[in-house]
T-cell receptor
Framework: EAGVVQSPRYKIIEKKQPVAFWCNPISGHNTLYWYRQNLGQGPELLIRYENEEAVDDSQLPKDRFSAERLKGVDSTLKIQPAELGDSAVYLC?????????????FGPGTRLTVT | KQEVTQIPAALSVPEGENLVLNCSFTDSAIYNLQWFRQDPGKGLTSLLLIQSSQREQTSGRLNASLDKSSGRSTLYIAASQPGDSATYLCAVSKSGYSTLTFGKGTMLLVSP
């Protein structure tokens, strides 16, 4: 069974440029999460989807970040415009259902460097 | 707000030693606790998940315990190997929700 797939793995952009990350969760997993991990820190949730609905986006900086999961499967996270402080690893995770807090499975992440 | 603390921040041991990593959390109203492993430049690999009603879980050389009332968990690694070198992260989910709150991790180095 394929795991969580993310692309690209690495991205280097100049500040003020836009960037997008893509995630395909494990087949059948209806809950999808985007986390951001700064160097030396644990991941922090940006947004959580249950199917195509964003049910927790309280930590998403909505002035520059946006996300979508149109068909309740894969998802895209976008930053526009990027700032130096956005340099981090962006992790996508999926799980079966939130009600029973099933185990979360993580993708390899996208390492973003903003110069 | 839930806070998760992991001690020590870094640990270096010779191969073959048994070791314990510690995790504490401030709000005992958790649904479950997960231990993850993260290799440099890689994503997170789930090691063990303990439901709040459980006291421990075991997988191979790994044993995780949970004392929900005191807000503590430990990850015990038996007979450590150089391949165990990685950062180990502890995370808790809030009762009724699945969002994980992570600690900063313990960076483990096992030398041959």
């Amino acid at each position: 069974e394929a795991g969580v797939v993310q692309s690209p793995r690495y991205k280097i952009i100049e500040k003020k440029q836009p960037v997008a990350f893509w995630c395909n969760p494990i087949s059948g997993h209806n809950t999808l999460y985007w986390y951001r991990q700064n160097l030396g820190q644990g991941p922090e949730l940006l947004i959580r989807y249950e199917n195509e609905e964003a049910v927790d986006d309280s930590q998403l900086p909505k002035d520059r970040f946006s996300a979508e999961r149109l068909k309740g499967v894969d998802s895209t996270l976008k930053i526009q415009p990027a700032e130096l402080g956005d340099s981090a690893v962006y992790l996508c995770a999926s799980s079966l259902t939130p009600a029973f807090s099933y185990e979360q499975y993580f993708g390899p992440g996208t390492r973003l460097t903003v110069t | 707000k839930q806070e998760v603390t992991q001690i020590p921040a870094a640990l270096s041991v010779p191969e073959g030693e048994n070791l314990v990593l510690n995790c504490s959390f401030t709000d005992s109203a958790i649904y479950n606790l997960q231990w993850f492993r993260q290799d440099p430049g890689k994503g997170l690999t789930s090691l063990l998940l303990i439901q709040s009603s459980q006291r421990e879980q075991t997988s191979g050389r790994l044993n995780a315990s949970l004392d929900k009332s005191s807000g503590r968990s430990t990850l015990y690694i038996a007979a450590s190997q150089p391949g165990d070198s990685a950062t180990y992260l502890c995370a808790v989910s809030k009762s009724g929700y699945s969002t994980l709150t992570f600690g900063k991790g313990t960076m483990l180095l096992v030398s041959p």
